[in-house]
Every structure is written in structure tokens, then in C-alpha cells.
């Protein structure tokens, strides 16, 4: 069994093979040793053990004697094949012999056949060694059988007795489970009785708080209920009528709503609230985290757009509509186009039939017609699917098609239809919600991570007020399907305790939530002020818009503007002095960033209301002061205003003073006038115009109540006190227009922004872009619009986006069609090489786009107003090459000399025909070619010779500037500056232009401006050659005109709160109006004016011309009361207020003459004049009429004065008989 291959491997030894070994005389050494070790497990005699040193490795000598007897013995192999014991000393034995090295090896060699029997020795040992632990095993497993015998013989007895037993005991256990399941029957309705007496405690438990609010809300609802008609009536009323309204005026339709209501007993609620009324705080919430803002307007206007029957147009010049309703329906894939869009009809079509919200943005003041019976859901139904008529086709309707529709117009006139088939809705952001976004601008900057906390929050905060209404509804919904008892419902346990366990939570986080929104909104409110100043900024920069169409501008660039006054003002660690910082950054960029867009005639204007809207709110000012500072005593009678005590004052000053004496600092200021008539006169008659010299009686005015008085009494003397008063609350950098750099402009604008210049006369910058395109290397194309020339401006628009450079429309506003084009132009391409600008040039124009005004960057290149202004502009163009052009003594002069004349020519414009009888386009190039020819003329005099003066004096007053001139008069003006500026004497160090006004002698361009910026910001007119009286003439005239512009554009919904009394502005004006119709005579009876003026002489000239001037003045006074009458109906809402009512309330109230008026009667500078003037007039015709001729005429009190000039002429020839006429 053990060593198969190694016993046949031995049984395979031949037996000559061992016969041949014991032929051998010596046989070899490993085969001997081999013998050897078979003589030890034969267990044979061996000789004593000898070592042998002969050995190729000394050891035992092997027993030759006995392995020849050995190899003798016949069975050899059988008998080493049988062995199957060995002891432990023959293993002993055995070792020495193993442990030689290679003996197999050598034994292998020396004899093949006999190497086996090494291996089978091997073998034998490694057997001993095993046998040796198996034998033990051997035996604990047979008597480990012999017990598994006698066990079994023990387990078949026990099996048969488990048999037996088990038997029994499944008969037990079937009478168990008997018992047991009726047990547990029992158990089981003991426990569900159990169950439901739980249930039903919890039940009541739980719907004990919820009876609570369920009882509240069901007293709620009852008187809902009661009130339902009431609340019905305002609530479809305001939907129905209220949206194109602001938040005054639909309060107050709300509240004569209410009275109308209240005298028919119709119940409505006392503290009515449409919001309240219309929507809940989580929807409200999510609006707001949608970016509608937070104002009540905001919201009205929400409520509006998704709860009317008609699809909403919002009046959104701001934007803010727009992104409102993109951010609510973005999951609802909403779609934006417009009317002008190649898609608009496949568009408009798609998202009826597949229900997807769809936007028409930007439209007009008409829409398309293909709307109208969408507009109006003409809807008709064909089987069970509704369809409209889109065009000429027919569209499948999907209920939940939705439709907005958005105009940036600030001011748009839709037709009756439009306003029949649409909600519209103005959408245009109030103070308080600009200024809430604002303010968070300001946080995400300053506090980044107040911000995102608050954020959070309103989130949270939304998302748990859902949840609780979700809840409530949930449950109510759960009570009400349930069928049969409510304890049959397991369910329903679950959700109470689940609601009640999940509105505990969302209560806590609630209340949680609304401590910390607390916390932050009054961490917040310390930025208010920043938010307050943009807000204040921003009103007025888009109210400018009234006075010229071209200053529009929209909130994004404006939010551009704040957050790039947040980022680059200087930041510091108190908080006070960093707002403060905001601010003054704010207001100055704000400040630049308008004025440059602005003509010189507004500027100072945008400047004086900047200052006086930010003191309004600092509370540095009253409204009762500003209104009298804008609007004086225009609304005043002169009749009914006490007679004037002084002969020096003229009546429109004495009824400004009038007015002021309401104000609690001038209340005795008539009788401070009259104690000091001489010092006041003697300051009045003084030539300038500081007011630090006042009567001691008023020395102690502050800044803005001296400019208040001034503007009062001395109208002339206005202008200057509105810059020491700009000064004085915006600072001295206020009081002086930057000089125009067109490469600012450029660095700030992008491909997107166009850059557009208003054109005036003589201020076309069509040449510094030029000089600008040199400078920078960058190829220019211009355009000159008009008609035909689109196609070149499209071709070039192309050329310049794809490679580069800058486009030039020159006269935009010639081609008005195309700018539409251009527009959606710029907007749909993704793609712009760098370098790629658009310059636009336009006049004034009421069409031009607005898109493109709102989204480009507007300039204006028109002279400066001052000498100093003037000339540093001039110097603004020069560098310190053009200064050192030529090494000679008479260059520098010269060129300062050509610089003041150019400002000189420039700024008598202003005057009027007291400056220059035409006004004439003297511009920059005029300048250029003055210096040019100088130049040309100095490089080509002989040194030895002096200028030719005659020559030089020529080519300035009668080409250069001259060429433009046609009057003689101003060529001799013209002529007189030249030969006066011109001449040996400029080089002297006597040499002046005026006192104050001479040439500095130095030769650095910083030098030059230093020296410029010392001149006064007011330049007396004597530096011009006129007479102080012109000064005083062009200040009282553009007084005049800055303060009818600034009350033009003065919020037409000021309210009770903002002026400060209890009457609103339409009460104002009615009672205007109505001690106007008292005042207002009667209308001439016709029949009767016929029967007297027959009696008087019905053919006489004279009595022509009084019937004449009746007919007028009989006209104006039918006019007023008419127009007085309807207003009154119109304010009392029983007729419209329509435009002509709108345009005489807003006269009346800003005391001006209403243009229907004015149409029919006579110029006058305040409508107190005017309707004194009316009533003198009557007052001369009636007396006429009934008393005969007066002895002396009032000449300016007639319609016709020519007329009446030419009647003793008539008389004359009534005397002369013709001789053709003598028979």
C-alpha cells in the first residue's frame, strides 16, 4: 500500500544485477554504503563502526564480510520489500547514512539498477516517522467505533420510546393550539377595543388645538360670509380697474370705494386688505425669493398678473416685472419673443397648443392684431377640445397657456380696445422697493454672509409656512373623504400625530426664523442709509427723462453704477465712515456718469436737484421750503394779495416774498423790509451778487436759506447762490463739469453698449472719435444716416463685429427704422471680436428707441459754460509737445490768446442777441485752424521780422472764426476782439484781458491748468465787453427756465406725506380751482353786448375793435370755467380725468398757465399773473362796454394793441371823400 512507485521501482531490480555486483572485487563506494543501510533494516550483523579516511568523505567503513553474505542471500529484495516494522534504533542507525551528501546521486551513477534501493531506504524511514503518530490514532478510533456500537444500540431503544411519547404529545399539542386561538381571538378584539379607545383619545387630543383654530376661522367665515358681497365688490373692482394706477391713487379709489359701499349698507370688512384678501405670506414669500419686490405695490401688482381674467401688460421701464415672471414660470418653460421676431407667430402658436407661459416683451403702444382673439379667449370648442383663431388658422388651446406681455414705455397711451382686451398693470419700482433692492446689493458686498444667511432664511421661512398650510390642508382634506367612522381609518391617527409633530417643529422654526430675520434685518437697516442715497439717485436720474427724451435710462446700468461704486470706494472697518465713503463715491460717479450725458442747460439743473433731493431726506430741508424755491408766489393773485410797499421790487418778487412769509424762519420778513427799505434796496442795487453782504437782519441765513431769499427777491442772483449752495451739501468737485474724455468712455463700454452722442449746435464729436480711432490704432467706418444708407450700415455693422473696429452712425435719427434692426443686432449675436465698438451721433428726437437710450453710454461735446470751463477743455486737447511745438517767445502766448478768444466767442452765446445778434456753431475745428495757421505762420517768419499782426489778425476774425459770421455788427465785434487781443502788447508784462484775466508766464501744461483753475467759476460780463445789465438779464432768464423745468418734472403724485400737510394735491387743486370760478366774471350776454354797442355806434372803428376784443376775452372766460368745472367733476370722479384735465391739474398746482389756456389768451410767467390779467382786462371791456370810451387805454391789455394804432387812421379817411365818389 505505501510507496506504490517506489516498490515497483525496486521489484523492477534484476537479479544480474545483483550478480553482477558480487562478481565485482571492489564494487563501489555509494553502493557498498547503500548495502550498508540494507544490512541495518535487515537487521543483520554489522561490523564495529570504523571511520574510514580513504573515503571521498571520511566515514563508516562499510561491513564488506556481511554484504557479500548479503548479496549472496537469494531473497534479497523480497525480504527488504517485506519489512513493515522498525524500531527506533535502526532509525538511529539509519541517520548518519541519510545525511550524506549527493548519496542517491552517487549511487545513481556508480549503479543505476541499485540507486533505487537508497530511495527505498528513504522511504522506509519516512514511514517509521509517520507510522509513528498515525498508530496511536489508529487505536483511539477502534475504540471509538467500539462505543459508537454500543451508542447506537442505546439510540434505536430511545427512538422507538420518542415515538411513542410523540405520539401523545401531538394529540396535546392540537388541543393547545385549539385553546390558543381562541385565546388569541380574544385577545386580538380586547387589544383593537384598546386600540380604538387610543385612537379615539388621540383624536381628541389632537383635534382639541386644531377645534381651536378651526372655531377662530369658523367666526372668520361666518363673518366672511356676511361680508362676501362687500369684499367681493373691492376685490373685482381692484382687479378690474386698479393696475395701470400707482399706490396713492389706488388707495384712494379704494377708499371711495368703501364710501359708496358704506352708503348702500353693503357689509364689507373694517380693516380691508387686498392682499390680505388675495393672497397668503408663503406665496408672497416665494414671489420674493422670485424677485418680486417687497413694497405693496410690488405685490398688488403680483396679485394682478396671476389672478385676473384678462392676460396682464405691465408698464415695466425698469425690468423688473419682466424678471420676475421669467424667474416664476423658468420650471414652467416659459417663452420670451417679441412682435418683431421671425418666430413670433410659430412661437405664439406652440405655447397655445402645448400650454407653455409665453412673454412678448418691449412692445408699443399698438400690439399686433393676430392677439385680439386670443386676448379677448375667443374660444370655441370642437369636440371636447377648445380652439382659437390665431390669424388665419386655428389653434388647439391648452389650459395652461398663460400670457405676458411687457413695454419698457415709462409713460405709454394705449387705445380704449387695448385697455378693454388687457390688465394692464404699472409695474414701475417704487422708492421703497428700489431701495430694498439695494440694499441688498450692498449687503452681499459688505456683508456677504448676512446676506446668504437671509437668503436662507426667507427660504426656510417660506418653505415652512407651506408646510403648515399643507398641513392643515392635508388634514382637513384626510377628515373630509373619510367613509363610514373616523376610527375605522388607521391612517388618519398617523397624520394628526404627524402634523401635530411636524407643526410643533415648523412653529418653533417659525419663531426661530422670524427672531432671527430681526436680528438681521436690523444689522441690515445700518446700510439703509447707502440704499436710501441710490434710491434717491436713481428717482431722479430717470425723472430727468421728462425734460428730454434722449436722457433715458434704465435700472440695470444704474445698478451697474452702485455696484461699482460699492467694489472701488475706499473700504474701512467702521461701519459709519464706510457708508459714508459708499456714499460720497455713489453720488459723485452717479453724478459724472449723468451729467456727461446731459446738455450744459440741464446740468446745472440735474446738479441743484441732486443736492436738494438728498437734504430733503437728510431732513436738512422742509418740502414747504423746496416748494417755495421752485415754484415762489406763481400761484398768487395779485389783486387779492395785499399792495405792494416797495416801488424798487417788481410784482413777481413781491409775491414770491409773500409766499416766503408762510415759512416760520421769513415770517417777518415784509417787516424787515420795511424797518431796513434802504439797506435791502442798497444791497438789491448792488452789482454783485454775494450775499454775505445782507442787511445785518438776515446775516445769520444758513447756505440754503440765503439761496431761498435770493432766488425770492433777486431772481438774477440765483444762479449763483444754487452753485454756493451745491457747494456748500455736495462739495466744491460739484460745481464744474468734468471735461469730456472720450477715452474714458470708451475704456468703460463693452461690445453690448453702444456709445451715443447728443448733438447740439457746433458740438459734433464726430472728430475726436476720429482722433481717438488714430490714437488707438483702430480702423473706423462712418455712416452718415439717411435715407438709402441702411444697406452700407448693415454691411459695416457685419464687417466690424466679425473683424474689428468701430462703426460711426452719424445722425441716427435719420435713420430711425433701421435703429431696430441695429438693436436686435447686437442683442442676438453671442459672438464680438474684442476690438468692436458702435458710436452713434443723434439730435433730440421723441422716437428715437429707447432700448438703445437705456443701454448705451450718452454724451454730449458741447462747450463748456465759463471762461475757466472753457479753457480747460482747450487745454484738455493739448499735451506738453504741442506746448514746446516751437522754441520761441511769441508761440505760448499766442496759442493762450487763440484759447481765451475761442472761450470768449463761445460763452457770448449764452447772452443771446445781446451776445452775438445770430447765434452762430463756433466749435473746435474753428480753434484748430487758428492754431494751425499760427503755427504755419511762426515756422515761416523770418526771425529778424516781427509778426505780421494785420495778416494774423485777419486770418482769426475774418476766416477762421469770422467765415462763419454774416451780421456786420458781429464781424465788427469780432474785428474789435482781434485788433484789442492781437498786437505788440500781448507780449508785455502789462497785458491783460481783463482784471484778474491775464497770460501766465510759464511753460508746463500743469502750469497752464493750475493757473486756469484759479479763475471764478462765474465770469463777470465786463471779460466779454458787455454791460452788467446783460449778466443780470441772462441769469433772471435762466433762472426762469431751470425752475419751470424742475417743477415739470416733479412727481405728479405727491401726497400728504411728502408735502408735509393734510391736503393732498388734487384737494389742493380743487380748491384752486374752485376760488378761481368764484373770482371768474360772467360770461357777456351776446344779445345785450349787440344792443350796446349798436347804441354806441355799431360801424365806428373803434367799437369794431371793442366788439373784437369781447369776442376774445369772452372765449378765454368760457374756456377757464369750463375747463375749472370739468376738473372739479373730473377730482370728484364723475367724469375721467382725461390728458387736457391731467395737463391743467398739474398747471394749476405747479402755478403755471395751462397751454388750453394759454392757446386762446396771452403769455405770463405764473398763473397768478395770469388770471390777475384776465380779470384787469374783463375790467377794462365791461367798463368800455357800460361806460363809454375811457379816457386812456391800457395798450398791453388788448388782444390786438396793433390794431387799435391803426383806428385814428381810419378816423382820418372817414373826413376824405374820394372825387369818384362826388355825383
Known amino acids: 500500500m505505501m510507496f506504490s512507485r517506489d516498490i515497483q521501482q525496486t521489484q523492477q531490480i534484476k537479479g544480474n544485477t545483483i550478480t553482477n555486483l558480487r562478481k565485482l572485487a571492489k564494487p563501489p563506494e555509494a553502493i557498498m554504503i547503500v548495502l550498508d543501510m540494507a544490512l541495518i533494516l535487515m537487521k543483520r550483523r554489522i561490523d564495529p563502526i570504523r571511520i574510514d579516511y580513504n573515503l571521498d568523505e571520511p566515514f563508516y567503513t562499510p561491513s564488506k564480510t556481511e554484504i557479500l553474505r548479503l548479496l549472496n542471500f537469494s531473497g534479497l529484495l523480497s525480504t527488504l520489500l517485506t519489512i513493515r516494522e522498525l524500531n527506533d534504533e535502526i532509525i538511529e542507525l539509519l541517520a548518519p547514512y541519510t545525511e550524506i551528501k549527493d548519496l542517491s546521486e552517487k549511487a545513481r551513477k556508480a549503479y543505476q539498477d541499485l540507486a533505487t534501493l537508497k530511495t527505498w531506504t528513504d522511504k522506509i524511514q519516512s514511514y517509521h516517522a509517520i507510522n509513528k503518530e498515525v498508530i496511536p490514532i489508529k487505536d483511539k478510533v477502534q475504540k471509538a467505533e467500539n462505543s459508537l456500537r454500543k451508542a447506537s444500540r442505546k439510540l434505536a431503544r430511545a427512538e422507538r420510546e420518542l415515538e411513542r411519547t410523540e405520539i401523545g404529545l401531538t394529540k396535546c399539542q392540537h388541543d393547545f393550539d385549539v385553546a390558543m386561538k381562541t385565546k388569541q381571538t380574544y385577545q386580538s378584539d380586547y387589544d383593537a377595543l384598546l386600540k380604538r379607545r387610543d385612537d379615539a383619545n388621540t383624536l381628541i387630543s389632537g383635534l382639541t388645538g386644531e377645534k381651536i383654530r378651526w372655531n377662530e376661522q369658523n367666526k372668520a367665515f361666518e363673518q366672511s360670509i356676511e361680508k362676501l358681497v362687500g369684499n367681493t365688490i373691492l376685490v373685482t373692482a381692484f382687479l378690474s380697474y386698479c393696475g395701470p394706477f400707482n399706490q396713492d391713487f389706488r388707495q384712494r379709489m379704494l377708499n371711495e370705494w368703501q364710501k359708496q359701499i358704506q352708503q348702500r349698507t353693503i357689509p364689507f370688512s373694517d380693516n380691508f386688505d387686498i392682499i390680505e384678501q388675495l393672497n397668503d405670506e408663503a406665496t408672497i414669500g416665494e414671489w420674493n425669493l422670485q424677485g418680486l419686490p417687497n413694497d405693496d405695490l410690488s405685490i398688488q401688482n403680483g396679485i394682478i398678473a396671476t389672478s385676473n381674467y384678462r392676460y396682464p401688460l405691465l408698464i415695466d421701464p425698469q425690468l423688473q416685472g419682466k424678471s420676475w415672471i421669467k424667474n416664476m414660470e423658468r420650471d414652467n418653460d416659459i417663452l420670451i419673443t417679441t412682435f418683431n421676431s421671425k418666430m413670433f407667430r410659430q412661437q405664439l402658436e406652440d405655447s397655445i397648443s402645448l400650454g407653455r407661459p409665453l412673454l412678448i416683451e418691449d412692445v408699443d403702444e399698438e400690439l399686433d392684431p393676430i392677439l385680439d382673439h386670443v386676448l379677448e379667449k375667443n374660444y370655441f370648442k370642437i369636440g371636447l377640445t377648445l380652439r382659437v383663431k390665431v390669424g388665419d388658422r386655428e389653434v388647439d388651446v391648452n389650459h395652461t397657456f398663460r400670457l405676458y406681455i411687457t413695454t419698457k414705455l415709462a409713460n405709454p397711451t394705449y387705445s380704449p380696445e387695448v385697455c378693454a382686451r388687457v390688465s394692464i398693470i404699472d409695474f414701475t419700482v417704487t422708492q421703497r422697493g428700489l431701495e430694498d433692492q439695494l440694499l441688498s446689493l450692498v449687503i452681499a458686498n459688505e456683508r456677504a454672509e448676512l446676506e446668504r444667511e437671509r437668503v436662507t432664511l426667507a427660504h426656510e421661512t417660506t418653505k415652512n409656512k407651506r408646510m403648515l398650510k399643507e398641513l392643515e390642508e392635508n388634514l382637513l382634506i384626510k377628515l373630509t373623504s373619510i367613509e363610514g367612522s373616523v376610527l375605522d381609518d388607521p391612517s388618519l391617527v398617523e397624520v394628526l400625530n404627524a402634523n401635530k409633530r411636524i407643526a410643533i417643529e415648523v412653529k418653533e422654526k417659525v419663531s426661530i426664523a422670524e427672531d432671527t430675520k430681526m436680528k438681521i434685518s436690523t444689522a441690515r437697516e445700518e446700510y439703509r442709509p447707502v440704499a436710501v442715497r441710490g434710491s434717491i439717485i436713481y428717482f431722479l436720474m430717470s425723472e430727468i427723462v421728462l425734460v428730454n427724451h434722449m436722457y433715458q435710462i434704465s435700472l440695470q446700468q444704474f445698478l451697474g453704477l452702485f455696484h461699482d461704486s460699492i467694489i472701488k470706494s475706499n473700504k474701512i472697518a467702521a461701519t459709519q465712515k464706510r457708508i459714508q465713503n459708499i456714499n460720497d463715491y455713489l453720488t459723485y460717479r452717479t453724478w459724472f456718469y449723468t451729467t456727461r450725458g446731459l446738455y450744459e442747460e440741464d446740468r446745472l439743473m440735474f446738479t441743484l436737484l441732486l443736492a436738494l433731493r438728498i437734504d430733503l431726506r437728510r431732513g436738512k430741508i422742509r418740502y414747504d421750503e423746496f416748494e417755495i424755491l421752485i415754484k415762489g408766489g406763481a400761484s398768487l393773485d395779485l389783486n387779492t394779495c395785499p399792495p405792494k410797499l416797495f416801488r424798487w421790487l417788481n410784482d413777481s418778487s413781491w409775491l414770491n416774498l409773500l409766499e416766503l412769509s408762510r415759512l416760520k424762519e421769513f415770517h417777518d420778513v415784509i417787516d424787515r423790509l420795511q424797518k431796513n427799505e434802504r439797506a435791502f434796496k442798497d444791497w438789491f442795487d448792488k452789482e454783485s451778487s454775494d450775499l454775505s453782504s445782507l442787511p445785518e437782519t438776515y446775516e445769520n441765513l444758513n447756505i440754503f436759506h440765503r439761496f431761498l431769499f435770493a432766488r425770492c427777491i433777486s431772481p438774477d442772483r440765483t444762479i449763483s447762490e444754487a452753485r454756493n449752495y451745491i457747494q456748500d451739501s455736495l462739495g466744491i468737485k460739484y460745481s464744474e463739469i468734468p471735461v469730456l474724455n472720450l477715452e474714458l468712455i470708451w475704456e468703460e463700454s463693452d461690445y453690448k453698449t453702444s456709445l451715443l452722442g447728443l448733438l447740439s449746435s457746433g458740438a459734433d464729436p464726430t472728430s475726436n472719435i476720429q482722433t481717438l480711432a488714430k490714437k488707438k490704432n483702430i480702423d473706423l467706418f462712418i455712416v452718415s444716416m439717411g435715407q438709402g444708407q441702411e444697406i452700407l450700415a448693415r454691411r459695416y455693422l457685419q464687417q466690424t463685429i466679425t473683424l474689428g473696429g468701430w462703426l460711426l452712425l452719424q445722425n441716427a435719427h435719420l435713420g430711425l427704422d433701421y435703429l431696430e434692426e441695429f438693436y436686435e443686432t447686437l442683442i442676438a449675436m453671442d459672438t464680438f471680436y474684442p476690438s468692436f465698438r458702435v458710436w452713434l451721433t443723434t439730435e433730440t428726437h421723441s422716437q428715437f428707441p429707447i432700448q438703445i437710450l437705456q443701454s448705451s453710454i450718452k454724451f454730449t461735446n458741447e462747450s463748456p459754460q465759463g471762461v475757466r470751463a472753457g479753457l480747460k477743455r482747450t487745454y484738455g486737447l493739448i499735451n506738453q509737445d504741442k506746448l514746446e511745438y516751437i522754441e520761441t517767445i511769441y508761440w505760448r502766448p499766442l496759442l493762450y490768446a487763440t484759447s481765451f478768444l475761442h472761450s470768449i466767442v463761445q460763452e457770448r452765446r449764452k447772452f443771446g442777441p445781446l451776445g452775438w445778434n445770430i447765434p452762430y456753431e463756433f466749435n473746435q475745428t474753428d480753434w484748430e485752424a487758428?492754431?494751425?495757421?499760427?503755427?504755419?505762420?511762426?515756422?515761416?517768419?523770418?526771425?529778424?521780422?516781427?509778426?505780421?499782426?494785420?495778416?494774423?489778425?485777419?486770418?482769426?476774425?475774418?476766416?477762421?472764426?469770422?467765415?462763419?459770421?454774416?451780421?456786420?455788427?458781429?464781424?465788427?465785434?469780432?474785428?474789435?476782439?482781434?485788433?484789442?487781443?492781437?498786437?505788440?502788447?500781448?507780449?508785455?508784462?502789462?497785458?491783460?484781458?481783463?482784471?484778474?484775466?491775464?497770460?501766465?508766464?510759464?511753460?508746463?501744461?500743469?502750469?497752464?491748468?493750475?493757473?486756469?483753475?484759479?479763475?471764478?467759476?462765474?465770469?463777470?460780463?465786463?471779460?466779454?465787453?458787455?454791460?452788467?445789465?446783460?449778466?443780470?438779464?441772462?441769469?433772471?432768464?435762466?433762472?426762469?427756465?431751470?425752475?419751470?423745468?424742475?417743477?415739470?418734472?416733479?412727481?405728479?403724485?405727491?401726497?400728504?406725506?411728502?408735502?408735509?400737510?393734510?391736503?393732498?394735491?388734487?384737494?389742493?387743486?380743487?380748491?384752486?380751482?374752485?376760488?378761481?370760478?368764484?373770482?371768474?366774471?360772467?360770461?357777456?350776454?351776446?344779445?345785450?353786448?349787440?344792443?350796446?354797442?349798436?347804441?354806441?355806434?355799431?360801424?365806428?372803428?373803434?367799437?369794431?375793435?371793442?366788439?373784437?376784443?369781447?369776442?376774445?376775452?369772452?372765449?378765454?372766460?368760457?374756456?377757464?370755467?369750463?375747463?375749472?368745472?370739468?376738473?372739479?367733476?373730473?377730482?370728484?370722479?364723475?367724469?375721467?380725468?382725461?390728458?387736457?384735465?391731467?395737463?391743467?391739474?398739474?398747471?394749476?398746482?405747479?402755478?403755471?398757465?395751462?397751454?388750453?389756456?394759454?392757446?386762446?389768451?396771452?403769455?405770463?410767467?405764473?398763473?397768478?399773473?395770469?388770471?390777475?390779467?384776465?380779470?384787469?382786462?374783463?375790467?377794462?371791456?365791461?367798463?368800455?362796454?357800460?361806460?363809454?370810451?375811457?379816457?386812456?387805454?391800457?395798450?398791453?391789455?388788448?388782444?390786438?394793441?396793433?390794431a387799435s394804432n391803426d383806428i385814428p387812421e381810419h378816423w382820418i379817411l372817414r373826413g376824405v371823400a374820394l372825387l369818384c365818389d362826388i355825383k
Open 930 to 1202: 487758428s492754431v494751425q495757421y499760427i503755427q504755419n505762420h511762426l515756422d515761416d517768419m523770418n526771425p529778424k521780422l516781427n509778426i505780421s499782426w494785420k495778416a494774423l489778425r485777419y486770418m482769426i476774425s475774418e476766416i477762421q472764426y469770422g467765415g462763419r459770421i454774416t451780421d456786420d455788427r458781429d464781424r465788427r465785434l469780432m474785428i474789435t476782439y482781434a485788433k484789442k487781443w492781437f498786437n505788440e502788447l500781448l507780449f508785455s508784462s502789462d497785458f491783460k484781458f481783463y482784471d484778474g484775466y491775464s497770460i501766465p508766464k510759464v511753460k508746463r501744461l500743469d502750469e497752464y491748468i493750475d493757473y486756469i483753475d484759479k479763475f471764478p467759476l462765474i465770469d463777470p460780463p465786463q471779460i466779454f465787453g458787455l454791460h452788467s445789465n446783460a449778466d443780470i438779464t441772462y441769469s433772471t432768464n435762466r433762472t426762469k427756465s431751470m425752475l419751470e423745468r424742475i417743477v415739470h418734472i416733479q412727481p405728479k403724485e405727491a401726497s400728504s406725506n411728502i408735502s408735509g400737510g393734510g391736503e393732498t394735491r388734487d384737494k389742493i387743486v380743487y380748491n384752486l380751482a374752485n376760488d378761481m370760478l368764484i373770482k371768474l366774471p360772467k360770461d357777456f350776454i351776446q344779445h345785450e353786448v349787440r344792443e350796446k354797442l349798436k347804441n354806441m355806434g355799431i360801424l365806428n372803428p373803434m367799437i369794431i375793435f371793442l366788439r373784437q376784443e369781447i369776442h376774445r376775452i369772452d372765449r378765454v372766460i368760457r374756456t377757464v370755467r369750463n375747463s375749472l368745472n370739468d376738473l372739479q367733476l373730473a377730482i370728484d370722479g364723475i367724469i375721467i380725468l382725461n390728458d387736457s384735465l391731467r395737463q391743467i391739474l398739474d398747471s394749476i398746482y405747479d402755478g403755471r398757465v395751462p397751454i388750453d389756456w394759454a392757446r386762446y389768451s396771452w403769455e405770463s410767467s405764473t398763473l397768478g399773473f395770469w388770471f390777475s390779467e384776465l380779470l384787469d382786462r374783463y375790467t377794462q371791456y365791461n367798463n368800455w362796454l357800460n361806460y363809454g370810451r375811457p379816457k386812456c387805454f391800457w395798450m398791453t391789455g388788448f388782444f390786438n394793441p396793433n
